[in-house]
């Protein structure tokens, strides 16, 4: 108990360690301790004390899983006549930047202000050359807060000092060197280390000799991790801080681009003779890097230090927060490659506020930093180019109330950055798509980079167009690259498959491919961007360039729709000028809504119209409607009655004349004759058919000559093919219907693990069969898979399952192979989305149609 006392007297007399100010250069002298630093044994102790703490408020499971708001009181020393000092807004910018860093995925320490305003000491003396702590300090420490001393000059000429958990209130204070000048390092390093220290971490290189100064040989630690170890003894008894060999001979630095880094040719070795790789970037080093962080190790030692100082009886850490009045009307807006904060200051009691972001709407907000009072504006120049953010701001002297509202934005995107640009000849002169000029003769554009806004084309998802391009000059070898921001998040991402072209080698004069824009990308507008680089090929949609130009084009994309139709009758045999009743269905089986519909039967001679629904018009020789919408995954049916004036058979056939959007597999009005799926035959005969009546045909594409026979199958591939069957095609509502889909292999090679989907509207599921299982479902479709572990050549596989439909009329039930693992000569699985059937005539594909009776 007697050396328990001495070791808390020990603590709160001596500070930790002073800090040199920022090195301009590495040969800048080191910093030194101000005083002895704790004994072993005093370390030991000190330790202990914390990790029984630790292990008490781990058993109230507090420990990383809230976040602990400690209080610190500022005390900012001035001249004798209130005039210099830390101003307050800096100190809201640097406390904010510290505590960034004693968070730990979303939980940890942080600091707020005691107080409404800060403690001032005025005294010319101290400002002008600090050295008495004890005048400094009499009567300023309060007893609920840390207490955090901002000093002008350290007559040592430190940056400043610390001191360790103790139970005395001298513990809680830290001095702090006024760098306003330079507020990074402030908040980055000099505060986050100083109450590093408040919380029980020692520096990375371990202990201080006594006299004051860092000799060689001092660092004892070994580099070695495991067996042999003297990790939790020696340096800062951390083992995943790797041995630090600060100011150890042959311990050298490398500053590549003004940052240092630890030289791996340094000689320093430890006591087994092994090189050390300390960490250059430890919070807790000497070495002043360009980034910063605490390891795990270390977060542990911090919560330590904190469940120890929170069992001290002769100071509290419950400063009570200030209710402040939340701040409102935040509005975010961009400028240049900054986002911009503005909001509302409501209150007259805040101390200041702390800006805190995050890239998700509802956590892991970090501080970024912070305004002083009676402010309402802060910009954020630290952003990633077109990455979405979400801002709110906080009273620096509250914890969880009066936080703004939660406001989201885009950062303005990144752009090339030439050196030269094109004015030497190294750019773009024109570039077309699809035969469509975006720009033409458009000439060097300002800094390399041209923005053409305006939609200049419109392109359909799941095609792919050629692209063309002529250069400034025909004698300068370029390397050219497309992207397309297919997400349209404001960035061109080559890891998520945005770069769409890439010259294959340098071009002179011109330079031409071909582009394809994924079936998944939805309708709207995009940007195309085409980078020019002179002897490159452009890898980096936002690179430093040295010669070159970038054009930004506008283009409009839409998503194809798959129509199909199916014509049906009443009756296939009739008497001469009865009327016999046809029932014609469109659908739409996406991915998109389908407008501007339009479908014609052009009647056989000797047939004509007696009735019909209302929206079907007939001229006599046709009837039809126009001008249809039809929602992605429905259809519409339409009933018309017709009738003969003649004996004969009656061939009668309808077509899809028009659609505002493109689809995959049928193109509107091209005939009847094609077999295509937007269009449908069905043919009657009358008692005596002796002629044959056929509706005009008279704008059929040409067709493809038939091929003599079927090829040769593939010794290397397999060659998959569906077919599907039912029990009965016209059931009763209610009746079940039994599908059979058929999968052959007529290829040379066996097929592996061959998914099957078929996508189910208007049927109830029995129990799935084992193989089958549903994979998705809607309101609208169940999308059920069966799967064929193995199909030999020459061999086929069935699967079954049982459906009862659920409306009368016409219904049609199509599957497909959806993957393999064997290539197929004539077909491609899958589809054009997850929920739709690619019904584009491949043999990979079946479907039948129903009439519920």
Not at 210 to 216: E, F, I, P, Q, V
Not at 834 to 839: D, E, F, G, I, S
Request: some cysteine.
């Amino acid at each position: 108990m007697r050396y328990f006392v001495l070791l808390l007297i020990s603590v709160a007399l001596f500070p930790v360690e002073m800090l040199a100010q920022r090195p301009d250069h590495p040969t800048h002298p080191l910093p030194l301790c101000a005083t002895t630093d704790l004994t072993e044994a005093e370390r030991n102790e000190l330790n202990l004390q914390a990790a029984q703490a630790l292990a008490a408020k781990r058993a109230s499971n507090a420990v990383f899983t809230t976040i602990t708001y400690v209080p610190i009181r500022p005390h900012i020393l001035r001249k004798s006549d209130g005039t210099g000092g830390m101003s307050l807004a800096s100190i809201n910018q640097v406390i904010a930047i510290t505590n960034s860093y004693y968070l730990k995925n979303g939980f940890g320490i942080q600091f707020y202000f005691c107080g409404t305003s800060p403690d001032y000491i005025n005294n010319d003396t101290e400002y002008n050359s600090f050295s008495n702590e004890t005048a400094l300090t009499q009567g300023h420490d309060v007893t609920n807060a840390m207490n955090q001393y901002y000093v002008n000059s350290f007559a040592s000429g430190a940056g400043g000092y610390a001191y360790y958990p103790g139970n005395s209130l001298v513990t809680t204070r830290s001095f702090i060197l006024n760098e306003s000048w330079n507020e990074d390092d402030m908040g980055n390093r000099l505060i986050p280390h100083e109450l590093g220290h408040n919380f029980n971490l020692v520096h990375t290189f371990g202990q201080v000799p006594g006299n004051g100064t860092l000799g060689s040989g001092t660092t004892l630690e070994l580099v070695t991790r495991g067996t042999g170890a003297n990790c939790t003894t020696e340096g800062d008894y951390i083992c995943d801080t790797p041995a630090d060999p600060y100011n150890k001979a042959g311990a050298n630095l490398l500053y590549v681009n003004g940052c240092p880094q630890y030289d791996p040719a340094s000689t320093a070795r430890d006591a087994n003779g092994i090189a050390y790789t300390p960490s250059i970037s430890n919070i807790m080093s000497y070495y002043f890097p360009c980034s910063h962080d605490f390891t795990p190790g270390q977060y542990d030692r911090i919560q330590a230090g904190l469940a120890l100082r929170q069992t001290h009886t002769a100071y509290t850490l419950d400063c009570p927060p200030t209710a402040v009045p939340t701040p409102t009307n935040l509005v975010l807006s961009t400028t240049g490659s900054a986002v911009l904060l503005t909001w509302q200051d409501n209150a007259s009691n805040e101390m200041g506020y702390f800006i805190e972001r995050s890239q998700s709407p509802t956590s892991d907000f970090l501080p970024i930093g912070g305004v002083g009072p009676n402010t309402s504006t802060f910009t954020d120049s630290k952003t990633t180019p077109s990455t979405v953010y979400y801002y709110r701001i906080r009273p620096s002297n509250a914890t969880t109330s009066g936080v703004s509202q939660i406001v989201s934005i885009r950062s303005p995107s990144c752009r090339p950055v030439y050196a030269y640009s094109c004015t030497y000849g190294d750019g773009l002169a024109s570039f077309s798509i699809n035969n469509n000029f975006l720009s033409q003769n458009s000439g060097c554009s300002t800094n390399g980079y041209g923005l053409f806004n305006v939609t200049s084309t419109t392109l359909v998802a799941g095609q792919t167009y050629p692209v063309s391009g002529t250069l400034l000059t025909a004698n300068l070898t370029q390397g050219v690259a497309i992207w397309a921001d297919l997400n349209r998040n404001g960035a061109f991402e080559t890891s998520k498959g945005e770069l769409l072209y890439q010259t294959p080698s340098l071009v002179l004069a011109s330079f031409s491919g071909k582009l394809a824009l994924p079936a998944s990308l939805t309708a709207g507008t995009l940007t195309l961007r085409v980078t020019v680089v002179y002897n490159v090929l452009p890898g980096d949609p936002c690179g430093n360039y040295t010669y070159g130009e970038t054009e930004d084009y506008v283009i409009s994309t839409t998503r194809s729709t798959d129509l199909s139709l199916s014509l049906q009758t009443s009756n296939r045999t009739l008497s001469v000028n009865q009327p016999v009743s046809y029932s014609l269905t469109l659908q739409n089986a996406g991915p998109s809504d389908a407008t501007g519909i339009s479908w014609q039967n052009a009647l056989p001679a000797n047939m004509s119209f007696v009735s019909g629904d209302a929206s079907i018009v007939s001229s006599g020789t046709a009837v039809g409607v126009s001008n249809l919408s039809l929602v992605s995954g429905t259809s519409a049916s339409f009933v018309y009655r017709l009738k003969t004036g003649q004996e004969g058979t009656f061939i009668n056939a309808a077509q899809i004349t028009a659609s505002n959007e493109p689809d995959p597999d049928s193109k509107p009005g091209s005939g009847t004759g094609d077999g295509q799926d937007d269009a449908a035959t069905v043919d009657i005969r009358t008692r005596v058919a002796s002629t044959v009546y056929t509706s005009p045909n008279p704008n059929q594409t040409p067709l493809p000559p038939v091929l003599s026979g079927q090829p040769t199958p593939d010794p290397a591939k397999a060659d998959l093919s569906l077919a599907m069957r039912v029990n009965q095609r016209t059931p009763a509502l209610g009746q079940n219907v039994t599908f059979t889909i058929t999968v052959s292999n007529a290829g040379g090679l066996t097929a592996t693990n061959i998914v099957v989907r078929d996508t189910v509207r208007g049927l109830t599921l029995a129990p799935l069969p084992a193989g089958m299982a549903v994979v998705s479902t809607t309101g609208s479709y169940t999308i059920i898979q069966g799967t064929i572990a193995s199909l030999a050549k020459e061999a086929s596989a069935q699967l079954t399952f049982t459906g009862t439909p659920t409306l009368a009329g016409h219904l049609t039930n199509a599957a497909q192979i959806w993957s393999v693992d064997t290539p197929d000569p004539d077909s491609k699985p899958g589809a054009s989305t997850p929920t739709a059937n690619n019904l584009n005539g491949e043999d990979d594909v079946a479907w039948v149609d129903l009439k519920v009776r």
